[in-house]
């Protein structure tokens, strides 16, 4: 119906499936996976050597909701300097969506300057 073949459809099942983003239930079918941080780890265990405060990163940025959770350290770090910053970005976000560009990397330098002051790098 859609014009795809069925073997894209299942080697991007099974790329889905090795990044444990879908799992395979027998009588079900595909579902999608509860976030956990398995095949992270196992990436990471190939190609880096991971501290303690670089887990501890990783396990604050994987939370499902970022806002919630970030929200109270960036009130209680954020300066004066950092609010403006974010409300000129605002602003060019703005002035992008109304002329219809992508804003994607305007979303992204928002969210990085907001979470500057918590000090979470990833």
């Known amino acids: 119906m859609l014009g795809i073949a069925r073997n894209s459809v299942r080697e991007a099942t099974r790329s889905l499936e090795s990044m444990g ?13 509860s976030f956990n941080l398995d095949a ?15 887990l501890s990163m990783i396990c604050m940025t994987s939370e499902f909701n970022w806002n919630l959770h970030f929200s109270p350290k960036v009130i209680e770090n954020i300066s004066d300097i950092t609010i403006r910053e974010c409300e000129l970005i605002l602003a060019e976000w703005e002035y992008f969506v109304h002329k219809g560009n992508p804003v994607h990397d305007i979303d992204r330098k928002f969210h990085d300057t907001l979470y500057r002051p918590i000090g979470n790098d990833l």
Do not use: A, N
Not at 21 to 33: A, P, S
């Open 21 to 33: 983003i879908l799992e395979i239930k027998h009588g079900v079918g595909l579902v999608v996976r």
């Open 40 to 54: 992270i780890v196992d990436i990471f265990s190939y190609g880096f050597v991971l501290d303690k405060s670089s």
